[in-house]
Nanobody
Framework: QVQVVESGGGLVQTGGSLRLSCAAS????????VGWFRQAPGKEREFVAA????????SYKDSVKGRFTISRDSRKNTVYLQMNNLEPEDTAVYYC??????????????WGQGTQVTVSS
């Protein structure tokens, strides 16, 4: 059972930046794809970004392209989501997820507890 823990959320003004981190309990985390998702109040959870095991292949939700960057540091067993030029519409609980696939996929088995991101206007 892989445990993932998100951190780095907080309150930021419109146009500001935050960097979220996703750390895992198992070293095998470094060979699996990782995704970031978010859920705003009253809305369904949605995909935000994903990275494959190597870090060379990434995928983004259209509305965050050019503003968010997903990356990973295998030595630290951590995946990051750098969020720039934040907008109030980015306010949500952000979740990190991983599974047993090395490539980017739509299904993930292990989820973190989430970290709150609030963007004030």
């Amino acid at each position: 059972q892989v445990q993932v823990v998100e951190s780095g959320g907080g309150l930021v003004q419109t146009g500001g930046s935050l960097r979220l981190s996703c750390a895992a309990s198992e070293r095998t985390f470094s060979v699996y794809a990782v995704g970031w998702f978010r859920q705003a109040p009253g809305k369904e959870r949605e995909f935000v970004a994903a990275v494959d095991w190597s870090g060379s292949s990434t995928s983004y939700k259209d509305s965050v392209k050019g503003r968010f960057t997903i990356s990973r540091d295998s030595r630290k067993n951590t995946v990051y989501l750098q969020m720039n030029n934040l907008e109030p519409e980015d306010t949500a609980v952000y979740y990190c997820a991983t599974g047993s696939k090395s490539y980017i996929t739509t299904g993930y088995d292990y989820w973190g507890q989430g970290t709150q991101v609030t963007v004030s206007s």
